[in-house]
Nanobody, 124 residues
Framework: QVQVVESGGGLVQPGGSLRISCAVF????????MGWYRQAPGKQRELVAT????????YYADFGKGRFTISRDNAKREVYLQMDSLKPEDTAVYYC?????????????????WGQGTSVTVSS
């Protein structure tokens, strides 16, 4: 079984910073991509950032460019999201998604696993 566990959410003032973490536990299938998503109250879940495990290439949604940084620790199978210059509109539950390469009897596919989310509130 695979578990994806986020941590590090909390309350932060506007303009502040916060780093959230995500770890993948369980069977050590190779990681293809890991990503952060968020869902604000009453809104759809949206992509925040992704990182390709093999080469570290990153993608950011426009609202996160210049403020958010995604990074990874290969050995720990962890991904992080450093969020700076936070705004009230960044308030959301942040979810981590791990896309793992499953090799099953010689067949290869990519399965996705979601964490339960960690809440980030930006408020004074």
């Amino acid at each position: 079984q695979v578990q994806v566990v986020e941590s590090g959410g909390g309350l932060v003032q506007p303009g502040g910073s916060l780093r959230i973490s995500c770890a993948v536990f369980g069977i050590n299938f190779p990681i293809y991509v890991m990503g952060w998503y968020r869902q604000a109250p009453g809104k759809q879940r949206e992509l925040v950032a992704t990182i390709t495990w093999s080469d570290g290439s990153t993608y950011y949604a426009d609202f996160g460019k210049g403020r958010f940084t995604i990074s990874r620790d290969n050995a720990k199978r962890e991904v992080y999201l450093q969020m700076d210059s936070l705004k009230p509109e960044d308030t959301a539950v942040y979810y981590c998604k791990a896309s793992l390469i499953i090799i099953d009897y010689g067949n290869k596919r990519v399965d996705e696993y979601w964490g339960q989310g960690t809440s980030v509130t930006v408020s004074s």
